[in-house]
C-alpha cells in the first residue's frame, strides 16, 4: 500500500507544481491557456517528479519517503513545468 500511496502522491504533487510552473511563469501571455497545455503540464510534471524519486533512490541518494524524495520530486517538477512552458510559448 506504501508504493501505490507514493505513486499517487508523486502523480498529484508532480502534475501540481507542472500546472502552477505553466500558469504563473511570467511573460507575455495571448490567451488563456487551454485545458490541452494544462493537461500536457500535468503529465511533464508527473513524470519529472516519479523520475526524479526513482533515478534518485536508484543511485542511493535517499530512501523513499525522506524529505530529501519530495524536495528533489518539487525542483523537478517545478523545472520540467518552467521548461514546458518556455517551450509552449
Not at 508532480?14 to 505553466?22: I, S, Y
Not at 541518494?61 to 525522506?66: E, H, I, M, P, T
Request: hydrophobic residues 55%.
Amino acid at each position: 500500500m506504501g508504493v501505490a500511496m507514493g505513486f499517487l502522491a508523486f502523480l498529484v504533487i508532480g502534475g501540481l507544481t507542472g500546472v502552477f510552473a505553466l500558469a504563473f511563469y511570467p511573460g507575455k501571455r495571448q490567451s488563456k491557456p487551454k485545458m490541452k497545455k494544462f493537461l500536457m503540464a500535468l503529465l511533464v510534471g508527473s513524470i519529472a517528479a516519479l523520475a526524479s524519486s526513482y533515478i534518485g533512490q536508484f543511485a542511493g541518494l535517499f530512501q523513499s519517503g525522506q524529505m530529501l524524495e519530495w524536495l528533489s520530486a518539487i525542483v523537478a517538477a517545478c523545472l520540467a513545468g518552467y521548461l514546458y512552458a518556455v517551450a509552449s510559448r
